[in-house]
């Protein structure tokens, strides 16, 4: 086995490079096409069942994850009867390290990966797409408001941000993303995870610094 994985590790990196450079650019067309597709049809959901689930206001990180799952487990028979769909909000802590929030990234980061897992096993039958928003101006963003000040947070609305969900559900999007610019964001993360890093860790210090104690 272990020579396996050494001739593995040997292959994939140039295997890998020179799939890049020759497939990507047909997949980016591919992926153009798709949502130019997308943007011209409009599902019309209206009789179909339609499960929404995922705590958006930080209620508890429990609910983020079991209260999720356990209902989707249920309505899986009439989603499959139906041809529905299934809306899982999330959000971008599920993928960038934000600080003071560990144990509700982690939960968000579960709630991902699992619908994630979900959306590969019961697929093609009941298709699933997954919201993931970042600072959302409710209750629980006001709190970081009031503690941080108004300039420190970066808020969208809620009628802006559940319009864009919405719009995505009826062009079938996998994922959205919201406000789209965390994209960007996410890209970074995952090409240079020490610059994200050093940013966060940078603005937690600099911010809250007075309201949590580092030892």
Known sequence: MDKLHNILNLLLPPLTISFLVFFYPFYLLIKLVSCLYKNIRFENVAGKVVLITGASSGIGEDINFWGSTYITYFAIPHLRKSK??????????????????????????????????????????????????????????????????????????????????????????????????????????????????????????RYGKPYFKRD
């Open 84 to 205: 529905g769909k299934i809306v899982v909000i999330t959000s971008a802590t599920a993928i960038i390290p934000l600080p003071s929030a560990s144990v509700y990234s982690a939960s968000k980061a579960a709630l991902l990966k699992f619908f994630e897992t979900l959306r590969v096993e019961i697929s093609p039958c009941i298709k699933i797409t997954i919201a993931i928003p970042e600072f959302i101006s409710t209750d629980m963003t006001t709190q970081f408001k009031e503690m941080y000040g108004s300039d420190f947070i970066l808020s969208e609305s809620v009628s802006k941000c559940a319009k864009a969900i919405f719009r995505g559900i009826g062009r079938g999007e996998t994922y959205i993303v919201e406000p789209s610019w965390i994209k960007w964001i996410f890209l970074i993360q995952n090409v240079c995870p020490e610059i994200v890093d050093y940013v966060l860790n940078y603005i937690f210090v």
